[in-house]
């Protein structure tokens, strides 16, 4: 850690040159501005949010409480004696009026909920639920009528502010910090969650080029859903609203997803440790002439012509890799027309018309935009027979199952490690999904290599099955999906007049990096269209552009003052928390070398039995990974409770469950109610068995 001299050394920097990594390329530095230097502050004693000493010790208040004997306790300066078990409740007292709270229609007011104004909340004081802790506060607004989770939290972020009388807005920015996390979406969210756990006197800094937390979503296409279950994408400590945790089968929509990255948002600006920068972009970083850390250059997007400012970060945390450069805008279509549209603007397509007989829609890209595209257009209203889907490689998906019931059984479990072995070999595949007893037995099978190809293309053996755009699918949309008319090919050209003309070559092979298969016109095919979606995704290119390490398997993620995070393991669920706690023990001395050299080990057997972009592949890498990070978070107890994947049941050569305890880790963390999952499975069951003997 550098030390106060250190850091005003490169105040005097004001230009940054050859070692820089540049996100943009070509981009000229011109430095300015420089860090006060705030004294590095001893970590002190800290409680992790899953200690169960964590709970029975409430937040500290600013002013004793004249509530109730339960709210007095809680609002006792820690340490504190156990909340008791059964709370005797008092009503929250009206305001002094007995009329509307003036403090809290301002507060409502600046929160965009008026609407609430008209509830038993306008008539509450605010100086009342300033004497609550977070959780006693939700509950309260609960009862008080706020019947949105989002909502209560969104009051129970803008109360904190109140009581530390110091709103985000004005909080003095900081030119250093502890730590600056590059990137708000799950990656960058999850690391701060975890060192707003366990740093809490540390200095972060998010910084982000969009307007709020959220990273890719806050983009997306309209009728995206996450691929997987909605509980999957927890942020642990993060609860989702009751009636979304409540169906075990949700899965959150675009709308949703967002929402809950807003509570997420609500809670970080109650931290006075944390700091997020939007509408900011960081188009250089480079490390720090002395003595360690990182500078990091910062532009005001809002203000693109003002000078960019330099940032001193002591760990430098690059979360913007997984999905940086990509849609929007995505790799420009070949030809252009009104009838040429992006996936964001399906909703332009007039529906009916599109349907119309004689009508042709072609999507173009096959991975899960592509496959999104398909289904939405088919769910309302235009028929299969009209989609015509082009793909360069028949991707495989996987099938998606509830993370919970990843240890039900050694069938149902995420991966075998044998799944890169066999996969690579590119032997027999029947309908897309691998034919080995040992993946159909032994796991793997029911949830990896699902392709979508219908059952009688000829294509359907292809080895093209380990390239994928993948994501998790189920069997109705599987079953939708392969009714589609399919073409593999790569497109080459495309014109309009009048109808629309795609040519491509089925020849793919020979569009491969550095092929020396000729390229020939009898392999082209024309594909007339009325319309064309073009998902054909992200553009690799733009990672290359970028001289970001983009999830590199490697200890080289971890280097002192600097951290990329691995992009499968960073991106999902706690994904952030572990690669946090990963950082947290690199730094406290707690990744031995055994453990790294472990981790070598199996990157190497990774690297060398699975692709990069093979999702069915990754889903495996992923597996192993995750099993393996469970294995390294529970070499030390510092911190708390280790994350387990829903994947994480190694070694899977067993039939039998292998952690039974594993189950009761994932409903922990994913926030399940154990009891309501136990019920909906007896009644599935149940009708299940109605079926079979009907
Ligand atoms: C259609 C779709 C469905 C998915 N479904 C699931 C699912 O069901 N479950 C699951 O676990 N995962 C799912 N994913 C994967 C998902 O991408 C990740 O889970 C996760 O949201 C990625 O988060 P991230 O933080 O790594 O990246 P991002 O969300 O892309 O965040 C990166 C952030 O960095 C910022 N940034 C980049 N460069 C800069 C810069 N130079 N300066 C400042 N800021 C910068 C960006 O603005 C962005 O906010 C899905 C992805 C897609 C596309």
Redo the contacts with the bound molecule.
Sequence with gaps: MPKADTVNTWMACSRLDEGEYC??QKQKFVGSGGFAHNPYIANAQEIPRNDPARSAQPLQRTRPSTRSASAAAAAAPAPAPPAPAVVEKAPLAVSAAGGVDEQMRVLLQQIDCTHLMAGPLATTALADLQKLNRTALLAELKELGVAKLPERQKIAGAVAKATLGTPMAVKKSRFEADYII?????????ICAELLDYRKSKTIII????EK??????Y??PY??????TS??TLYGYRWPEHIEKDLEH?ASRDEIIDYFGTIQADFETKSNLEMRFH????TFKAAPQGGGYIVTVQDLKNPSAEPVQLFARTLID?????????PPHKPMIGSCPQNIYPNNITQMDIPRVGAAGKRVAVIGGG??GA?AVVHLVRNGVPPQSIVWVKKYDLSFGKREKPQDAFASAEQRAANPLCPLLLTSHLKFKNGVPKFWSLEGRGGSRRLGYCVLPPDHPKNDSPYLNHTGG??LDDEELTLLRQIEQVIGVVVDNSYDKRGCITIDTNVAAYAKGSRIAKTAATKEAITYDWAVWCHGYSFSNYEKLNAKRGKMCMGMLQPGLFY?I?WW????Q??RIMGRFLMMYEDGLLSGRIQFKFILLQKFLDKYSGPFNTALLYTRSALMESFAYYVLTTTNKYGRPYRSGMADVPWFSKDEVYPEAKDDVYWYLHIDKELDKENDRLKREKQKAIEVS
């Design positions: 996100f943009r590059i990137g708000g979406g799950m990656t960058g969210t999850g910084l982000d080029r969009l937390l959220g990273g890719h979503w806050l997306a296409y995206v859903h996450l691929h997987n279950f999957y994408y899965r900011v972009e960081v188009p979360c913007t890799t997984s999905r940086m450069g990509s849609a899960k935009t999104d994501g998790m995070p992009n960073g991106s999902a669920s994904g952030g």
